[in-house]
């Protein structure tokens, strides 16, 4: 890692392992951008862009071979691209020119400082570097240094710019409610494509904030550079792609602007949400175990000891398959003792247990269990898990209200609506204005009071709807169209609140399944609900989408070990499936215990003390996706040991028809070369057969899955 400062050429450049990122100031003093891709080892190789980094690019729009890059782009004369940052001043004038005033260097970060004298405002553009990864965290923080305030009608955190001249290709995921992580890919052409999420109360069903760009469509998983990037925010936002003519591709990124903008004040500053880059000389493969790093070794939550982000995470129970609203303190008494049996370690109610939460319609907002089904409290259920070894743990979901309950009826004003006008309900509930400091403060004191007098272990925070009405009629005139800002500042607030206060309760983040599954959210989620499809045939490739960016010790949900039956298909599926599947992820148990037969029971707690050993490996590896459920009747994921001494082959069929014969040998990868790896039937072969001559599996017909476990040794 090391950012040097060529003084001569003013020119920036940052390296962190196979990456190097350069920009320079030139003859006009604006930052213009002049390199990204593989490191650069001697500082003499950037001489070829000092012409560049001086020239005063006065006309680029005459000459696509003249045409500047800038660092931070702000519609400079000529220069036609998307802007990152468009101010309104009070007078009416808009847009900025920003001019180098200084800057400084500390370890890992560089911070450059820009102003444009004429406006009276000042922007530091951050750089953040993370040890030897090939990643740069990106920033902006807008100062207004003038009397009057400022209306920023696009405040985005930063600008990519690729070589220019190539062809090249975005891959991107989108999806929907049960349907997550659908991985695309197109070729550019000159025009640009936004990714984007204008649903205010989430980021990233429809689209993550998420984009990787690879040079003429040739990467692969193992092979090929791979430019990519994530956002650091969980609501609105805007990634947008742009060709310009010349094949000039750029990337800007920030939240979205869709009917959202912030007044700065005198005096006062702006800071975006960090928007990180990143580089891949491998592929998509590569990509993955650099972000896997990150999360697990930088920004996951580190809890009292920092060793919260690399302990395994608990065999969970859920109350929601088995039971949905009808949950009682008798039928969990009765689950609890069952769950000690087979070797589960976490009891979760879910939704159901507040007063009048027979249904969807009622209950939303009075966060006290119901005295009817829960005579003794929730305290009862908390002893009772704590006097069999187990921990317990809660679904709430704060954001949201039924309107009839007693605080809609006390608080009518606490939800996002437009006066005058009807207010649309989903699931019978309203959104709460968490864009209001009473509400986030509010949430803040009834869950810090819920942990405490439960003593939970654990909390599930879910969110089941969007926003329908952009409306805040109590706001004044100047801040109504900051309501999505605010609302997800104020979230994000309130669990950076619950991880400083609860540092050693596990957090689940829940939005309708994976609504939430953004880099906003990593530093503040143990879990992150993966999607409310359990069903395992959709889950072949819900995981595959989902462990292109996040380690799978991450990937939850209500019940990864869902009922025979699914809800969404009603197709049947064999327990040995399902069992396999569910130790892909953060295994989690959605099934009757209190109907099912002994040989379930007994299959599941095998499985379970299966896992159990399994586990500190498989939950501290990269995968590779080794075979694509969209592409084969079959889905193959290698889990390798970051070290890499182990690996475990996961192998899932579904649909195999007599064509798909014979099976290809799987070619592993991520191994020792001259080791010796042996697997649990005596059978030994060294990495290098088993990458380069691979292992023979047989799978046939429906639901058919195997698990292999190697071991160095």
Known sequence: MEIQYMENARIFHLRAGEMSYAFGVDALGRLVHLYWGEALRHASSLEALVPVAKLACELPGVDANNACDFEVPTREPFDYGEPILWPRFASGERGLRLIYRTHRIERGHLTVVLADEYAHMEVEAHYKMWRDLPLLSRWLVIRNTGAEPVEMQAVKSAAWHLCAGHDYRLTHLSGNWGCEYTKNQLMLTQSRVVLQNSRLTCAAAQQVPFFAIDRNGEATETMGKVFFGVFHWSGDFEITVEQQFGKRVSVTGGIGTFDSNYAIQPGESFETPAFTGGYSTRGFERMSEILYDWQLDALMPRGCSSAKAHAVRPVIYNSWYPFEFNVSEENCMALIDRCAEIGVEMFVIDDGWMPGRVDASAGLGDWIADPKRFPHGLEFISDACHRKNLQFGLWVEPEMVNPD???????????????????????????????????????IDWLDDLIETCRLDYLKWDMNRYVSENGWPEAPAADK?????RYTRNLLAIWRHLNERHPDVLFENCASGGGRADFGMVPYADRINRSDNADPVDVMVLHEGFSMLFPPKTAGGAGNIAPDVHHIHGRATPLPFRIHLGMTGSMSIGINLLTVSEEVLEALKEAIAEFKQLRPDLQDAYVYRIASARRHPYALFQYTRRDPKFFALF??????????LPLPRFEMRGLIPDALYENEQGVRMTGEALMKIGIALSLKGDFDSVLQVWRAV
Request: aromatic residues 10%.
């Open 405 to 443: 309950s007693d605080l809609y009826r006390a608080h009518p004003d606490w939800v996002i609506r437009i006066d005058g006008r009807p207010m649309t309900l989903q699931r019978n509930q309203l959104v709460l204005n968490l864009a209001r400091d009473d509400v986030r403060d509010w949430i």
């Open 481 to 485: 169209q900051s309501l999505s800002i």
């Open 651 to 660: 192998a899932f069929v579904h649909g195999m028809r007599c064509w798909d």
